[in-house]
C-alpha cells in the first residue's frame, strides 16, 4: 500500500464514529483497502446508493453522517437558515442507524427534523415534504437493490427527487466535509408533526378511488419490505376489505428470504403472489418493491394469472386516469407523462383524449417536472404516479389504491384488467414492450459497447431497418441510442444504479380483426423475440 492511501485509510479510521465499520477496515488487507478507497460512493440517481460496508464507496455511518452535513451546509446557504427536514428509512440492513445518523446531523445543524414515527414506505418522505413545507426530505432506503446494499434519497422542490445542479453541488460539498467523528450530532426532539402526516397520508390516498359496490377481492405482498401494514390499512380506508397477503412475504425483512432479487421486475419474485391469487380466486394481484414506491399488478389472463409488464400498467391507469380524473386535475390540457424507455402507447392514448404527452429522461425526478397539467406519469420499471398533485414521485401504495378502483369498475360490468388492455390493442394496436439487461462485473464494458454502436451503428433490426438517434446530441443530453424502423424500437443505455448495460424493446403490431386481438399479440410476441435476438449479439460488440 503507498504512503498516500495508507494515509487517507488511517485518517477514515481515526475519523468512523461506529467500532463496527472501523475494526472492519482494519481487518482488510492492502488490495481490499484500495478497493474501499479508489473512489467513493457517488452522489448520483435521487442521492447515494451502495453495499453496506466501511469506507467511502460504502453505506456507512460515516459516509451518512459527512453526506448529511453537506446537504445541511448547502440547504443553509440556499435557504438562509434552516426550516423543517423529512427524515424517514425502510427496514434494510443499516437504515436504523442511518436514520439516526441523519436525523442528528441536521437537528444539530439547527433544522426542524420531522422523523417518521417507523420504518416506512419511500411516498410516505415525498409527501410528508410537500404537505409540511420542508426544505428537504431524506429517506434511507435502496429500493429493490439486493440485501447488501442501502441508500440515502433526497427530495427537494416540494416533495421530488433533486436534480443537478443541486446533486453537483452537494457532492462537492461531501468532498470538502470534516471528519464524521467531529460533525456534532443531537437527539431530535420528537415532532407531532411526524403521526399528524403519515395519518395525512393515508387519508388523502384511501379518499382517490373509494371501492364501488361491486366487492374485489385482492392479493397482496410487500416483497419483505415496509409497504404491508400502510397498503393493507389504505386498501381498508378506500372499502377494500377482501384483501388476502403473502404471509411469508409480508413482515419487513431486510434479508430477503425468499426472492434473490427483492425486485417485482424480476423473474421468480412474484411466483408466491400469483399462486396466492390463484389460490384464493383474486380479481387483483398487488405487488410493491421493498420500500413500496413501486407497484407491480397480476391479472388472470385466458392462460392463466401472471404480472402485467410496467408499460401494460401504465398505459391501462394512464387511460383510466385521463377517462376518470381525480377531483381537482386540471380539467383542460391534462398532461401525461413517461420516459424516452418506455412504451409509446401512452401517447397515442393521450392523442385520442385530447390531452398532452411528454416524453422525459428516465427517472422520476424528470417526470415530475415534465410540466403543469401533469395528472399521470409512469416508469417502465413499475413506477407508477397516479396523485401528482400531493406526491411528486412514483407511490406503489396510491397506485394499488387506484388499479383497485379501476378493477373493481371493471368487474361490475363483468369484466377486468386483461379486456380493458384488449380494448387499448384494438383502438391503437398492440404495443408490446421486452428488455434484455446484460449485468457486468468490469463497468468498462458498457462504455464500450455503447462506444461500438456509436462507432458503427446496426441498420437493420429483425429485417427492418432502422436509423439511429444518439440522445448525447439531444437537450437535454443522456448516454442513450435509440434505433427506431417501421414498427420497431429500441433504446440502448447504461442503467443508472446497477452495473448493467439495458436494452429496451418495442414492438408495434396493428389488429386486423377487431373481435380478436390474439393473433396480433402473436405477431408481436414473435417479432419481439426476433428483436431480442438481434440485440443479444449486440452485447457482444463490447
Known amino acids: 500500500?503507498?504512503?498516500?492511501?495508507?494515509?487517507?485509510?488511517?485518517?477514515?479510521?481515526?475519523?468512523?464514529?461506529?467500532?463496527?465499520t472501523r475494526a472492519e477496515?482494519?481487518?482488510?488487507?492492502?488490495?481490499?483497502?484500495?478497493?474501499?478507497?479508489a473512489a467513493p460512493l457517488s452522489f448520483g440517481t435521487a442521492g447515494l446508493r451502495g453495499p453496506v460496508r466501511g469506507g467511502p464507496s460504502g453505506m456507512n455511518v460515516a459516509v451518512v453522517t459527512r453526506t448529511t452535513w453537506a446537504l445541511g451546509e448547502w440547504l443553509k446557504a440556499k435557504c438562509l437558515g434552516g426550516g423543517t427536514v423529512v427524515v424517514g428509512r425502510d427496514a434494510r440492513r443499516g437504515s436504523e442507524a442511518f436514520f439516526a445518523a441523519a436525523t442528528e446531523v441536521l437537528a444539530a445543524q439547527g433544522f426542524a427534523v420531522v422523523a417518521l414515527p417507523e420504518p416506512g414506505p419511500t411516498?410516505?418522505?415525498?409527501?410528508?415534504?410537500?404537505?409540511?413545507?420542508?426544505?428537504?426530505?431524506?429517506?434511507?432506503?435502496?429500493?429493490?437493490?439486493p440485501p447488501a446494499d442501502n441508500g440515502y434519497k433526497v427530495y427537494l422542490d416540494?416533495?421530488?427527487?433533486?436534480?443537478?445542479?443541486?446533486?453537483?453541488?452537494?457532492?462537492?460539498?461531501?468532498?470538502t466535509a470534516p471528519g464524521a467523528k467531529t460533525i456534532p450530532r443531537t437527539p431530535a426532539p420528537v415532532d407531532p408533526r411526524a403521526d399528524e402526516v403519515v395519518d395525512a397520508y393515508l387519508r388523502r390516498v384511501s379518499a382517490l378511488r373509494p371501492a364501488p359496490a361491486t366487492s374485489l377481492r385482492i392479493a397482496l405482498t410487500p416483497m419483505h419490505g415496509v409497504g404491508g401494514k400502510v397498503a393493507v390499512e389504505a386498501l381498508r380506508r378506500s372499502g377494500f376489505q377482501d384483501v388476502h397477503v403473502v404471509e411469508?412475504?409480508?413482515?419487513?425483512?431486510?434479508?430477503?428470504?425468499?426472492?434473490?432479487?427483492?425486485?417485482?421486475?424480476?423473474?421468480?419474485?412474484?411466483?408466491?403472489?400469483?399462486?396466492?391469487?390463484?389460490?384464493?380466486?383474486?380479481?387483483?394481484?398487488?405487488?410493491?418493491?421493498?420500500?413500496?414506491?413501486?407497484?407491480?399488478?397480476?391479472?388472470?389472463?385466458?392462460?392463466?394469472?401472471?404480472?402485467?409488464?410496467?408499460?401494460?400498467?401504465?398505459?391501462?391507469?394512464?387511460?383510466?386516469?385521463?377517462?376518470?380524473?381525480?377531483?381537482?386535475?386540471?380539467?383542460?390540457?391534462?398532461?401525461v407523462a413517461t420516459t424516452i424507455v418506455s412504451s409509446e402507447l401512452l401517447g397515442a392514448i393521450a392523442e385520442a383524449h385530447g390531452a398532452r404527452y411528454a416524453r422525459t429522461l428516465t427517472g422520476f425526478k424528470n417526470l415530475v417536472?415534465?410540466?403543469?397539467?401533469?395528472?399521470?406519469?409512469?416508469?417502465?420499471?413499475?413506477?407508477?404516479?397516479?396523485?401528482?398533485?400531493?406526491?411528486?414521485?412514483?407511490?406503489?401504495?396510491?397506485?394499488?389504491?387506484?388499479?383497485?378502483?379501476?378493477?373493481?369498475?371493471l368487474k361490475a360490468q363483468g369484466r377486468g384488467l386483461p379486456d380493458a388492455l384488449d380494448d387499448l390493442y384494438r383502438r391503437h394496436g398492440v404495443y408490446l414492450t421486452g428488455q434484455y439487461a446484460l449485468r457486468v462485473e468490469d463497468v468498462s464494458r458498457i462504455a464500450a459497447i455503447m462506444a461500438a454502436l456509436r462507432a458503427d451503428p446496426p441498420v437493420e433490426v429483425a429485417n427492418i431497418v432502422v436509423g439511429c438517434e444518439d440522445l448525447l446530441t439531444a437537450r437535454p443530453a443522456t448516454d442513450a441510442l435509440v434505433f427506431?424502423?417501421?414498427?420497431?424500437?429500441?433504446?440502448v443505455r447504461p442503467s443508472g444504479?446497477?452495473?448493467?448495460?439495458?436494452?429496451?424493446?418495442?414492438?408495434?403490431?396493428?389488429?386486423?380483426?377487431?373481435?380478436?386481438?390474439?393473433?396480433?399479440?402473436?405477431?408481436?410476441?414473435?417479432?419481439?423475440?426476433?428483436v431480442t435476438d438481434t440485440v443479444q449479439e449486440w452485447a457482444a460488440f463490447g
Open 158 to 175: 416540494g416533495g421530488a427527487q433533486l436534480v443537478s445542479p443541486a446533486d453537483a453541488e452537494i457532492e462537492e460539498l461531501i468532498r
Open 497 to 530: 444504479t446497477e452495473p448493467k448495460a439495458k436494452f429496451y424493446l418495442e414492438v408495434i403490431e396493428p389488429v386486423t380483426d377487431p373481435n380478436d386481438t390474439s393473433a396480433a399479440c402473436e405477431r408481436a410476441r414473435q417479432r419481439l423475440a426476433t
Open 1 to 20: 500500500m503507498g504512503a498516500e492511501l495508507a494515509e487517507q485509510v488511517l485518517a477514515w479510521i481515526d475519523a468512523d464514529p461506529d467500532p463496527v
Open 123 to 145: 411516498p410516505w418522505v415525498s409527501f410528508a415534504t410537500k404537505a409540511l413545507g420542508a426544505v428537504a426530505g431524506v429517506q434511507i432506503t435502496a429500493s429493490h437493490n
Open 248 to 335: 411469508e412475504q409480508f413482515a419487513p425483512d431486510g434479508e430477503f428470504p425468499t426472492v434473490t432479487f427483492p425486485n417485482p421486475e424480476e423473474p421468480g419474485a412474484s411466483d408466491l403472489l400469483l399462486a396466492l391469487a390463484e389460490r384464493v380466486d383474486a380479481d387483483l394481484a398487488v405487488a410493491l418493491d421493498p420500500d413500496a414506491d413501486r407497484c407491480a399488478l397480476g391479472a388472470r389472463f385466458p392462460d392463466g394469472w401472471r404480472m402485467l409488464s410496467g408499460d401494460e400498467s401504465g398505459s391501462l391507469l394512464g387511460a383510466h386516469m385521463l377517462d376518470e380524473p381525480l377531483a381537482g386535475a386540471p380539467s383542460s390540457e391534462p398532461l
Open 484 to 491: 427506431r424502423g417501421d414498427g420497431v424500437r429500441v433504446t
Open 369 to 409: 417536472r415534465a410540466g403543469d397539467g401533469l395528472v399521470f406519469a409512469y416508469e417502465e420499471a413499475l413506477g407508477l404516479c397516479v396523485d401528482p398533485s400531493t406526491v411528486r414521485d412514483k407511490d406503489g401504495i396510491s397506485a394499488a389504491v387506484v388499479a383497485a378502483g379501476y378493477a373493481a369498475a
Open 25 to 37: 477496515l482494519d481487518a482488510l488487507d492492502a488490495d481490499a483497502l484500495a478497493e474501499r478507497f
